[in-house]
């Protein structure tokens, strides 16, 4: 749940990248970090974990709109993705209003991508939450190393195997070139803002 702020007239809130272990979750932040700088309002922090990475960074997005006067705040965070270590990933998780589950591309993750998806929705469960309805996009990343010829799953399969019941926003993208990174973000921004201004609604 995000943070408001009526005296600084600002709303804080939280948008998690999950998905398995190096299917790209660290890629698509640190392009997002470097491409769009006149949105970001802070440094990277990063806190390591053997092997692994939690990063985030506040991003201010722009022409989006404020919500009732007020500036609407982002942090963006990744996860580590590693199986070993579930009870970060919980914690991040923690008041999260907007996901973006990176899925990899690569056929022999299948089963990866699978697990992590499940393992979101019984995290999410142990918070209340569902991912039938919070703020989702999925991301199918690595579409670029179908040029170098090595195999992978074709977005119609992805589709079935993830986004069969959830009908979420799905985009193809190669976080390592930057392709669909941009669209994959602003989407769940939407989604989110949108999200955040029914909350409103209700809470007034
Ligand atoms: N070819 C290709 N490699 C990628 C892409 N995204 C990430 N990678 C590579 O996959 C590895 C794992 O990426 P990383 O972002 O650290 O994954 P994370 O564990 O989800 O944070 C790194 O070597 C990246 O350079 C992509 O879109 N295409
Ligand atoms: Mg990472």
């Not at 590693?82 to 919980?90: A, L």
């Not at 998806?117 to 991301?139: A, F, R, T």
């Not at 939407?190 to 999200?195: A, D, G, P």
Request: charged share 25%; net charge positive.
């Amino acid at each position: 749940m995000a943070t408001f702020n009526f005296k600084n007239r600002e709303i804080e809130c939280k948008i998690v990248y999950y998905g398995p272990g190096r299917c790209g979750k660290t890629t698509n932040l640190e392009y997002i970090f470097h491409t769009y700088k006149k949105q970001v309002t802070g440094e990277m922090v990063s806190i390591d974990t053997e092997g692994d990475r939690t990063l985030f960074f506040d991003f201010l997005p722009m022409g989006l709109g404020k919500i009732r006067g007020c500036d609407v705040k982002v942090q963006l965070y990744t996860v580590p993705g590693q199986v070993q270590y579930s009870s970060t990933r919980k914690l991040v998780l923690k008041e999260v209003d907007g996901i973006v589950f990176v899925a990899d591309s690569l056929e022999v993750r299948r089963d990866k991508n699978m697990q992590s998806l499940k393992d979101l929705h019984e995290n999410l469960k142990s918070y209340g939450l569902s991912v039938l309805n919070i703020p989702l996009v999925l991301q199918y990343n690595k579409r670029d190393l179908d040029a170098e010829g090595i195999p992978l799953m074709p977005i119609a399969q992805m589709d079935k195997d993830l986004n069969r019941q959830l009908k979420a926003p799905a985009f193809p993208a190669s976080a390592l070139k930057g392709d669909g990174v941009g669209a994959t973000v602003t989407e769940i921004l939407k989604r989110t803002l949108l999200s955040l201004q029914k909350q409103l609604k209700w809470a007034t």
